[in-house]
């Protein structure tokens, strides 16, 4: 697992528990207890603190090794734990502690040292006084126990250690060369943290960069609208609030002016130039909202699923178009709700055939409802959330255009559907708490920015 999977797991499971104390528990416990199954009793062992979750971690563990000859090493100070858990943990576990003017001599008189300084919270190569306590541990000639990754990994500068207690999965790049012998321990994150998708799920939207120009935080293209104009403007507008940089909405002659006039930001083109414009200048495309069912439509929707070798969201019109044999060898998601899949695939809108028929033909579906469903026929996720107003015309729309937008940033395409999913409930959710249920798609949309500034 990377750290921004554990990063997830971790905020998921403080939106559903209020905090990640009990899971602090079981980690300081999962040290302990290997810390005390491998040495001596009595031995002296100095937990070196930092200031985050990983100080707490090490903290726990002290009031689980009675066994053993422990002090709490800080640091900084005790004042300066940064987070609820780590408070607590040091407040209810009340041990002696002792601060940097101590350091060298019990260091010295130690036996093993648990390096509780930084976990997955590090953000470059360790900065000062850090840097100088982490070079006095590595040189104590100590035995070294590091709490979930070795402080400072995975850049240079990071503790040495002998083990690693290392908390539901091996992280990217954890090596013996690196972090000594590992033990994985399983902190007791519940399956439904890792199979719902929440506000952590919201880590894996890139920030823009700096330097960044136009075009490379996503461009999309929409084919849609053909007969109805809404659904184009809803899902364009949705797409433009996940941040992408172009929005290209090809449409009919017919609703043309009013897709160009409703927002500036968009570029408005009709789908005849499709012919002349090179559409694998986007990275993702989204086929269907509002298109109406033409048979001529099909056509078009089946040239362009020929010529393009990107992302494509398949929603609403495409999906009674287009059959599943269309869209096989591509990389694709399909949106649809119950009556939609029914037809898309021929079959009853079930979790199980939801996962065959993705298995099937390679396409990620995203069944929509009170729940939805994600598969991608080997993995199943879910959303729940939202309220009764979702029923309101444009929320598939919406959810087609935000999970495009996140396509078109190149997240993995499973994880996206998540994300445009949680966006859309959290969206809904945010406008019952202001509007009761008298609120519109525009107000969910105008949301879709504060779902995600929330969090990224
Ligand atoms: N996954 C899970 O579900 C669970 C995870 N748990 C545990 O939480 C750990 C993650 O905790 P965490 O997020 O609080 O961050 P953590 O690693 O303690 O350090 C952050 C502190 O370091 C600082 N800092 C950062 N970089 C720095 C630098 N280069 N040089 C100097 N300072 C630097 C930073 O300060 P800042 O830069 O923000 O000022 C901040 O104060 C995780 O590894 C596991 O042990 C468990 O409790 C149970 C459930
Ligand atoms: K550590």
Same mark, same amino acid.
């Not at 607590?88 to 502690?97: D, H, L």
């Not at 398949?314 to 399909?334: F, I, N, Q, R, Y």
């Given at each position: !697992? ?57 903290? !726990? ?29 040091? @407040? ?56 979930? #990754? ?42 439904? #943290? ?32 053909? &007969? ?39 570029? #408005?083109?009709?789908? @005849? ?118 029923? !309101?015309?444009? &929320?598939?729309? !919406? ?51 504060? #779902?995600?500034? @929330?969090?990224?």
């Amino acid at each position: !697992m990377d750290y921004i999977e554990a990063k997830r797991d971790d905020l998921n499971y403080s939106k559903t528990y209020g905090d990640t104390y009990n899971l602090m528990i079981n980690a300081g416990r999962a040290v302990a207890k290997f810390v005390s199954s491998k040495f001596k009793q009595h031995s002296k062992v100095l937990i070196v603190c930092g200031t985050g979750n990983n100080a707490g971690d090490g903290i !726990m563990a002290s009031s689980f090794l009675n066994c053993m000859d422990v002090k709490i090493q800080f640091i900084k100070e005790p004042f300066d734990l940064k987070t609820y858990e780590a408070r607590r943990a040091f @407040n209810e576990n009340n041990q002696k502690y002792f601060t940097i003017e101590d350091l060298d001599k019990n260091i010295q008189e130690s036996e093993i040292i648990i390096d509780a300084i930084f976990g997955i919270g590090i953000n470059g190569s360790p900065r000062e006084p850090y840097s100088s306590v982490i070079s006095k541990i590595n040189s104590s000639g100590k035995i070294i126990v590091s709490v979930d #990754v070795p402080s400072g990994f995975p850049y240079p500068g990071s503790v040495k250690p002998d083990y690693t207690v290392t908390f539901t999965g091996i992280k990217d790049g954890m090596t013996s060369e690196t972090c000594g012998e590992i033990i994985v321990s399983d902190i007791g994150i519940p399956e439904n #943290v890792i199979k719902y998708s929440g506000p952590g799920d919201l880590l894996y939207l890139p920030k823009p960069l700096p330097d960044s120009h136009k075009g490379m935080n996503g461009r999309i293209a929409l084919i849609s609208g053909f &007969t109805y104009s809404g659904s184009a403007i809803i899902a364009a507008r949705a797409a433009y609030n996940t941040g992408v940089d172009l929005v290209r909405v090809y449409t009919s002659q017919n609703n043309y002016n009013i897709i160009s006039s409703y927002s500036a930001g968009l570029i #408005v083109r009709t789908f @005849n130039d499709l012919d002349n414009d090179d559409i694998n200048q986007n990275d993702a495309i989204l086929i269907g909202p509002g298109l109406g069912l033409s048979p001529g439509y099909r056509d078009i929707l089946i040239n362009i699923i020929k010529k393009y070798n990107g992302i494509i969201i398949a929603d609403a019109d495409a999906l009674k178009l287009l059959s599943p044999g269309h869209l096989e060898g591509k990389k694709c998601a399909v949106t649809p709700h119950a009556g939609e899949f029914k037809m898309f695939y021929g079959v009853d809108a079930t979790e199980e055939n939801a996962v065959k028929m993705s298995k099937k033909y390679g396409i990620i579906t995203v069944l929509k409802g009170k729940v939805d469903i994600i598969t991608d026929g080997d993995n199943i996720f879910y959303t729940s959330g939202g309220n009764a107003r979702m029923t !309101m015309g444009g &929320t598939g729309d !919406m959810l087609a255009g935000l999970i495009a937008g996140m396509a078109a940033k190149h997240i993995n395409l499973i994880r996206a559907c998540m994300i445009g999913t949680y966006i859309n409930k959290e969206a809904a959710r945010i406008c019952y708490d202001d509007l009761g249920y008298y609120y519109s798609i525009d107000d969910m949309i105008n949301k879709i920015p504060y #779902v995600i500034n @929330n969090k990224i």
